[in-house]
């Protein structure tokens, strides 16, 4: 009898930010970014892309052991550190990048970004060039099959924070939306149908204007399960740490035994 290998129950998203040296909030470093996708593959996990993302959606198999890699923001350090170690290990991953953050100029050979507080200071002063990818790098790294770039809006802006609730915050979400993926396909060579929402915050009305501007799976930082009987545009994500690759397989175990999932999600939500 041929053996047949299982295919995967569910989908885990892995969500991380900065790769870098600078200790912070939403970043691990990259010795421990290392310890973490050499885990992967010591224990036989395969990274999967957008279309197999799709595929598990739309109930065709993938393997037992699949997993994404997600990054948020798009920041420099994602191509000094990140990009690297996908390439010696073989893997990829889904990076959404604010498309109104990057710039043009060289691909950059060395230095680093600081702290992610830092980060966002600087590209709220207009310095985005110093900590966020450029099209150049973004070019490297979408070649070498690393990266995939996907959409995290055009200006990563709450508009909920800006504007109360009604047509003119519709309508600047939406800009937001068609413009990042009218970007995307013109620099990269192709429009996204993936979207994670700016610090996963997202409204019932803005799913519409989603699946208006052409997106079909939607990131949140909600933390869950995926099977492949989930709606698609609610998947979650795994937060990742400074911690080892050991630590990462015990996170695995949990968000791909969903009932362990629902214990660890609501013990975290008790006060």
């Known amino acids: ?60 198999p993938l393997p ?37 953050w990057m710039g043009e100029g060289s691909v950059r050979m060395g230095g680093d970004c600081p702290d992610h507080k830092q980060c966002k200071a600087m590209i709220a002063r207009n310095e985005a060039d110093a900590v966020i990818l450029r099209w150049a790098e973004a070019e490297v790294m ?22 109360l609730p009604g047509a003119a915050r519709l309508d600047a979400m939406m800009a937001e939306l068609f413009r990042s993926a009218e970007v995307l396909g013109h620099r990269l060579g192709g429009g996204s149908r993936h979207l994670c929402w700016p610090q996963g915050y997202y409204e019932a009305d803005y799913l519409t204007l989603a699946r208006q501007a052409g997106y079909t799976h939607l990131y949140t930082t909600e933390a869950r399960s995926n099977k492949a009987s989930d709606d698609p545009t609610r998947i979650g994500r795994v937060v990742t740490k400074e911690k080892s690759g050991g630590w990462l397989g015990r996170r695995l175990a949990i968000y791909t035994t969903p009932l362990l999932a629902d214990l660890y999600a609501r013990r975290k939500a008790v006060p």
Do not use: C
């Open 1 to 60: 009898m041929s053996h047949i290998p299982k295919a995967a129950r569910y989908l885990p998203v892995l969500m991380y930010h900065h790769v870098s040296d600078a200790p912070g909030l939403v970043t691990v470093s990259p010795a421990t970014f290392r310890d973490h996708m050499a885990w992967l593959v010591r224990h036989g996990w395969t990274t999967v892309g957008s279309a197999e993302v799709e595929d598990f959606y739309a109930g065709r």
């Open 64 to 100: 037992k052991k699949s997993v994404v890699v997600t990054f948020d923001d798009g920041y420099l350090d994602n191509y000094l550190h990140a990009h690297p170690v996908l390439a010696e290990f073989g893997q990829k991953a889904l990076l959404f990048v604010v498309t109104g």
């Open 142 to 163: 979408q070649a070498a099959g690393t990266f995939e770039f996907h959409s995290h809006t055009d200006t990563h802006t709450r508009w909920d924070k800006q504007l």
